[in-house]
């Protein structure tokens, strides 16, 4: 893989240091990845809908291409297409409308039972899965030598029966009955390993680095597994009923970082750890619960179980003070504020050079 990108001319370099995060062997330095702000293009388009406007692939890829080279892409920081039209885009398959919004989309449930669920069979004609497909198509042609596209955000597993049914509805039918949710969820997840390698395929073709709306690369299969709905059930539903669909899905990389999503999914924490093909996990502690460093013992937990973790940085004390409890092997600093010009940011990565 020869990894020519102008406006990163150290990709190589990046990705490199960051293929030694994934293994944990990153002991120089924790990896960074941090956005030096530059102010947006003006829009140069009005929409009758919102609907209208997410659609608009040719303005969306021309304006990808009017911003890549303005910027500046530092340390592990690349240069993204990701092909995106909201996180419920898998249960689109199964019949699901999109409602779209400036900053998401989400569906309006159109099953009222268990049953109904299982009657859907996936389509990969369907017009909004369809559409995906063909703007990461778009992004590859248009992206080549100027960025790296992305394959979309996957909500898989139970989190499709929710999307379908409504997550109100879903707990009552497990409460009523556990086993005929968890056949639905074996049902859904045929459906959803197809899509993602639907999704990877073509990246794969193209000889690209792979990764998704997590930005976690490798030159080898990633995935970011997930699972919203973990938050509304206890530990031994999601690791009978749950996890096992997960795992499916991660058979499928050689590369998997978990998104584990606000507190009332930390008690699925134990049970992740314990599962051989996950290499890193992200903590997304959920707003007002920060700031990062709030959470030493949990960073701590992950990385003893030979896990990397993903850290969520809300200012540079994070990062300064969680640097110096958990050393740089298997850390990732993503800086979720920007550097107002390059000189900070160098100033930020000097903090994990200096031991």
Same mark, same amino acid.
């Given at each position: 893989m020869n990894l020519s990108l102008p406006s990163k001319p150290d990709a190589e370099v990046a990705l490199d240091l960051m293929e030694r995060w994934w293994l944990r062997e990153n002991d120089e330095r924790a990896i960074l990845s941090i956005g030096i702000d530059t102010p947006p293009l003006p829009e140069t388009k009005t929409y009758h809908t919102e609907r209208e406007r997410w659609l608009d692939f040719d303005y969306r890829v021309d304006r990808a291409l009017a911003e890549v080279d303005r910027r500046t892409y530092f340390a592990e920081t690349f240069p993204f297409f990701e092909p995106n039209l909201g996180p419920d885009i898998v249960s689109t398959l199964f019949g699901l409308d999109l409602e779209f919004h400036p900053d998401t989309s989400w569906g309006t449930p159109i099953v009222e039972t268990v049953d109904q669920v299982l009657a859907i069979e996936p389509n990969f004609d369907a017009p909004l899965w369809a559409a995906v497909e063909k703007l990461q198509a778009m992004a590859i042609e248009a992206g080549r030598g100027r960025w790296i596209t992305l394959f979309? #955000?996957?909500h898989p597993n139970i989190d499709v029966p929710s999307a379908l049914m409504g997550p109100q509805d879903l707990c009552m039918a497990i409460a009523d009955d556990p086993e005929l949710v968890e056949h639905a969820v074996k049902h859904v997840t045929k459906g959803c390993l197809a899509a993602y390698e639907r999704q990877v395929a073509p990246l794969v073709a193209e000889n690209l680095p792979i990764g998704c709306w997590m930005r976690a690369l490798s030159r080898t299969r990633?995935?970011?597994?997930?699972?919203?709905?973990s938050a509304m059930v206890g530990p031994a539903y999601f690791e009978r009923s749950i996890l096992p669909s997960i795992r499916e899905e991660m058979a499928l990389a050689e590369r998997n970082i978990y998104h584990l999503d606000g507190p009332d999914a930390l008690r699925h924490l134990d049970a992740l750890l314990d599962?051989?093909?996950? #290499?890193?996990?992200?903590?997304v502690y959920g707003a007002g619960n920060g700031p990062a460093r709030r959470w030493e013992s949990v960073y701590r937990q992950i990385?003893?179980?030979?896990k990397g973790v993903r850290v969520?940085?809300?200012?540079?004390?994070?990062?300064?003070?969680l640097d110096r409890a958990l050393g740089p092997a298997g850390v990732w600093y993503v800086a979720n504020f920007s550097a107002p010009d390059l000189e900070m940011a160098e100033k930020v990565l000097a903090i994990l050079q200096t031991r």
């Open positions: 979309t #955000d996957l990633t995935h970011a597994p997930q699972c919203d709905f599962v051989p093909e996950i #290499d890193a996990i992200q903590w990385l003893a179980a030979g969520e940085a809300e200012d540079v004390e994070d990062i300064r003070v």
